[in-house]
C-alpha cells in the first residue's frame, strides 16, 4: 500500500484535510496510509526541544541535525525504499511529472520544516530531497506536505477513477487545460461554443487541443516553449506564433 510518513512538531495538523473528500475514503478504504510522527518524540531534554540558534548568528531558529536524524532513522530506517523529502523552498520545484513517479513508488517520507530551516548536515547526511510547492515562503512544511501528497494520492489506482488517469489534465501534455461548460447551455447570455454540442467528437477534439494551446501560449510562457520545441521536434503542427495584436 502507498504511504506517506510525514515527521513534523504539529502531527495535529494531519490528515487536516487530507481526511476529507476522495483521499480521505480512500484511506478508509485502505487504498493509501499516512501517518504524522511528532518530531518532539525524538527530543532527549526535559523540554523536548528540537531547534536551537543559528551559528554564525542572526534571526529564528534552526532544527536540530542529531533530532531530526534520530526520527528519520526510526520511520525510515535505512532498507526503506520510499525518497525521503524535505519541504523546502529551495528545493526543486514540484511538477506534475515528479507527483506521477512518487505516486507510482511505494510512498514517501516527508520531513516538514519549521523557523529558519533545518541543520544542513541532516540533509547530507539522510540523504533528504529538497522540494519546493512554489516560489513563495511559508510558514512551514506541512501544509506544503500536504500538498504533496494530495496530488500522489489522486492519481493512485482507485481513488478517482477515470477523471485523474491524467491524460487530459493540465500539464500531462505539457499544455494547460482547455475550459469546460455544463448546462445551461445559456448562462447571462453566454453559451457554450456551439462545437462542444455539435456532436462530432472529431471537431471537439480538435477545438480543446487549439484552446489549450492557445492558453498555454498566453498564459505560461515557459510551458510554450517547452511544447513547441518538443512538437517541432516530433514535427507536429501547433498553433501559429502569436499575432502582435492578439494581447
Ligand atoms: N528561511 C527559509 C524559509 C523558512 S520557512 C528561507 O528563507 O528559505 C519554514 C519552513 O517552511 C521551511 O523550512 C520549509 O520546510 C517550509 N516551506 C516554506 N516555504 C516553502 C515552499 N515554498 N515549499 C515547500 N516548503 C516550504
Known sequence: MWRADVITIFPEMFPGPLGASLAGKARANGLWDLAATDLRDFATDRHRSVDDTPAGGGPGMVLRADVLARAIDAIAPEHDARPRLLTSPRGKPLTQA??????????????????????????????????????????????????????????????????????????????????????????????????????????????????AERLTRERRPDLWATYITRMADAQVPVLPPKKATDG
Not at 540523504?127 to 492519481?155: F, K, P, Q
Not at 477515470?162 to 505539457?174: I, L, N, R, W
Not at 461554443?193 to 487549439?210: F, I, K, M
Open 98 to 211: 515528479r507527483v506521477q513517479e512518487l505516486a507510482a513508488g511505494p510512498g514517501v517520507v516527508i520531513v516538514c520544516g519549521r523557523f529558519e530551516g533545518v541543520d544542513e548536515r541532516v540533509i547530507a547526511g539522510r540523504n533528504l530531497e529538497e522540494v519546493s510547492i512554489g516560489d513563495y515562503v511559508l510558514s512551514g512544511g506541512e501544509l506544503a506536505a500536504l500538498v504533496l501528497i494530495d496530488a500522489c494520492v489522486r492519481l493512485l489506482p482507485g481513488v478517482m477513477g477515470k477523471q485523474a488517469s491524467g491524460a487530459e489534465e493540465s500539464f500531462s501534455d505539457g499544455l494547460l487545460e482547455y475550459p469546460h461548460y455544463t448546462r445551461p447551455q445559456l448562462f447571462e447570455g453566454r453559451d457554450i461554443p456551439s462545437v462542444l454540442v455539435s456532436g462530432d467528437h472529431g471537431r471537439v477534439a480538435a477545438w480543446r487541443r487549439a484552446e
